[in-house]
Structures are given as structure tokens and as C-alpha cells.
């Protein structure tokens, strides 16, 4: 009996052996797959929407063409002639004559063979930068809110044919806010301008605060009615620059 090291090692080093004809037969499957139907894949790559499709197996070998047999050449045979009681061979002589023309042996066309078509493309989608939009535009004041939104959509949806496919993508963003002055705001709307203040915040001193929008989006794409996830996150930035300033002082009796 081995110890419970022992066993541990030899199922770390036997394991794998016998996994491995599984995943190759599983890689065979997916290609064989691939070469029957469209093989589609939808991620993000360098901040960028990446649709990349395969189809087909690719150019299948021609059929070699027939070659026709060559014509054999004609043997002329030699005939004796009775010019004296012996017989004595002799040789035939005769006019030259034109040899025939050989006949062309008719050629058998070979079918061509379509070869097999292996179709590859790769799209890249672009998705909207947002820009910062607030109120007041101008003049802001210390504790007085000042409201937030920007111009980016709900819900980023487009339709892409590639490879002869219809490829359905759909991506949402999620907000976040960081408003110059350490503070931070989480939020999946995009905000609206008054009377709406769900994006709102107000300064305590006066100053010049760089307010930065990050945008991530993420979402899912279907083909043939089958919805997937799409691998990574793209982000978005956008900078906007406001000014606060102190509220005028009023003095009173």
C-alpha cells in the first residue's frame, strides 16, 4: 500500500496522461464543428469591440487530369514472291507513302472540383466616448449642489453580418464619478440636467476640480438565437474642469 504522498504523485503525473486524449478530442470536435457551421467569438481587445467569425476547412486538393495512352507505331510485316522454283525471301518495296495522321485520342475533361471554402473575418466596433455635461455651466458656488450627466446611452445595441452570419451585440455601462475633491458617486444612468438631480454634489471650498467620468462597459452578443457572454470590459474616460467660487457676503441689520 502507498502512502498518501505516493498516491498523490502518481495521480499528479498519471492524471494527465489520461486527460489528455479528452482535450484533443474535444479540440478535434470544435474545429470539426467549425468546419460544418460559423464558429463566432465576440471580446475586447486594446479598449476595443472585437467580432472575429470562421467557416470552412479550407481549399480541398484538385483532381489530377487523365493523360490518354500513346498511339503504339505500325510494323510493316515482310511477304515472300514466287520468282523461281526456290522460293527466296524478299523485302517489299514500295512508293513511300504520307504517314497517316494519328488520330487525336479524344481527352477526358476532368470535373474540376470546387475546392472547399474556409471564410475568415474580424470586425472591430467602436463604442461612444461620453462628455461631462453640468449646472451650472459657469459661477458654481461653495455648498450649493452642482448637477452631473453626460451623453452617453443607456444601452449601446448594433447588428453585424459577418461571414454571411447576424451577429446581435448589446452592451450596457456602469458610471463612476470621482468629482476633483476625493469624493465618489457610483451609478448604472447616465444622469439628467434640472429639475433631475440624481447625479449632484456640492463643493465645501471654493477651488478648480477636475471632475473624471469612468465609463465600463460590458454586455453580452447572440447568434441564431444563442446569447453569450462578451470576454473583458472596455473603459471609457472623460475629464471635464469646474470652477467653484465663495458665495457673495450680505450683511444685515
Known amino acids: 500500500m502507498?502512502?498518501?504522498k505516493y498516491r498523490i504523485l502518481c495521480l499528479t503525473l498519471i492524471c494527465p496522461f489520461f486527460l489528455l486524449p479528452q482535450l484533443l478530442h474535444a479540440d478535434y470536435l470544435q474545429a470539426a464543428d467549425c468546419a460544418s457551421k460559423a464558429c463566432i467569438?465576440?471580446?475586447?481587445?486594446?479598449?476595443?469591440?472585437?467580432?472575429?467569425?470562421?467557416?470552412?476547412?479550407?481549399?480541398?486538393?484538385?483532381?489530377?487530369?487523365?493523360?490518354?495512352?500513346?498511339p503504339r507505331p505500325k510494323i510493316i510485316?515482310?511477304?515472300?514472291i514466287a520468282s523461281s522454283p526456290k522460293p527466296r525471301a524478299t523485302t517489299l518495296?514500295?512508293?513511300?507513302?504520307?504517314?497517316?495522321?494519328?488520330?487525336?485520342?479524344?481527352?477526358?475533361?476532368?470535373?474540376?472540383?470546387a475546392p472547399a471554402v474556409s471564410l475568415n473575418d474580424k470586425l472591430i466596433k467602436l463604442l461612444p466616448t461620453g462628455i461631462i455635461a453640468h449646472q451650472p455651466t459657469s459661477n458654481a458656488?461653495?455648498?450649493?449642489?452642482?448637477?452631473?450627466?453626460?451623453?452617453?446611452?443607456?444601452?449601446?445595441?448594433?447588428?453585424?453580418?459577418?461571414?454571411g452570419e447576424a451577429v446581435d451585440v448589446t452592451m450596457r455601462p456602469s458610471f463612476l464619478w470621482s468629482f476633483g475633491d476625493g469624493s465618489?458617486?457610483?451609478?448604472?444612468?447616465p444622469g439628467e440636467a434640472y429639475p433631475n438631480q440624481e447625479i449632484s454634489h456640492a463643493y465645501s471650498k471654493a477651488g478648480t476640480f477636475v471632475v473624471t467620468l469612468v465609463a465600463t462597459w460590458g454586455g453580452t452578443w447572440s447568434n441564431n438565437g444563442v446569447a453569450r457572454a462578451i470576454t473583458g470590459k472596455i473603459r471609457k474616460v472623460s475629464v471635464?474642469?469646474?470652477?467653484?467660487?465663495?458665495?457673495?457676503t450680505r450683511i444685515t441689520q
Open 2 to 4: 502507498l502512502n498518501s
Open 41 to 70: 467569438d465576440v471580446y475586447v481587445q486594446d479598449g476595443q469591440l472585437v467580432i472575429e467569425a470562421h467557416k470552412g476547412s479550407g481549399p480541398a486538393k484538385r483532381a489530377a487530369p487523365k493523360v490518354a495512352p500513346k
Open 77 to 80: 510485316a515482310k511477304k515472300y
Open 93 to 113: 518495296v514500295t512508293a513511300p507513302k504520307s504517314a497517316p495522321k494519328p488520330k487525336s485520342a479524344s481527352r477526358k475533361v476532368a470535373k474540376k472540383v
Open 141 to 163: 458656488l461653495v455648498n450649493v449642489p452642482v448637477i452631473y450627466w453626460c451623453d452617453l446611452p443607456g444601452v449601446f445595441s448594433t447588428k453585424v453580418a459577418i461571414i
Open 184 to 189: 465618489f458617486f457610483a451609478t448604472t444612468s
Open 240 to 248: 471635464s474642469v469646474v470652477s467653484v467660487a465663495n458665495a457673495p
